[in-house]
C-alpha cells in the first residue's frame, strides 16, 4: 500500500502565502503523477496543480496561475505546493494525490492523502 501524508495548512490571512507539503511512503514502485486538489464547502474537489515525473511539465488551475507554484522533490517522493498572494476563495481543504505503481506488473492507482485545511480570512 501507498501512505501519502499532507502538512502545512493553517489560517493565513489576504494577500498571504503559505507551504504545502506531501509525503508518498509504502510499497512504491513508480509515481507518475502528482497533484494537488481542493474542495471547498458545498463544492466539488477540483484540481489546484499538477506535476510531471521528471517535474518538467506542470498544470494550473486558472484561478491559482501566477500565484501558485508545484514542485517536487523525487529522492523524497514529495510534492509541494507554494501558495501566494492567497485570497478568501482559496480557502478548502487541500488534499494532495499520487498516481503510482506498486510494482513492475501492477497498474497505476490513485492514492489519497488526508487533506490540510486552508483558511484564508481577516
Known amino acids: 500500500q501507498v501512505q501519502v501524508v499532507e502538512s502545512g495548512g493553517g489560517l493565513v490571512q489576504p494577500g498571504g502565502s503559505l507551504r504545502l507539503s506531501c509525503a508518498a511512503s509504502g510499497s512504491i514502485f513508480s509515481i507518475v503523477v502528482m497533484g494537488w486538489y481542493r474542495q471547498a464547502p458545498g463544492k466539488q474537489r477540483e484540481l489546484v496543480a499538477s506535476?510531471?515525473?521528471?517535474?518538467?511539465?506542470?498544470n494550473y488551475a486558472d484561478s491559482v496561475k501566477g500565484r501558485f507554484t508545484i514542485s517536487r522533490d523525487n529522492a523524497k517522493n514529495t510534492v509541494y505546493l507554494e501558495m501566494t498572494s492567497l485570497k478568501p476563495e482559496d480557502t478548502a481543504i487541500y488534499y494532495c494525490?499520487?498516481?503510482?505503481?506498486?510494482?513492475?506488473?501492477?497498474?497505476?492507482?490513485?492514492?489519497w492523502g488526508q487533506g490540510t485545511q486552508v483558511t484564508v480570512s481577516s
Open positions: 506535476i510531471s515525473p521528471a517535474g518538467g511539465s506542470t
Open positions: 494525490n499520487v498516481r503510482a505503481a506498486t510494482s513492475l506488473y501492477s497498474g497505476r492507482a490513485d492514492y
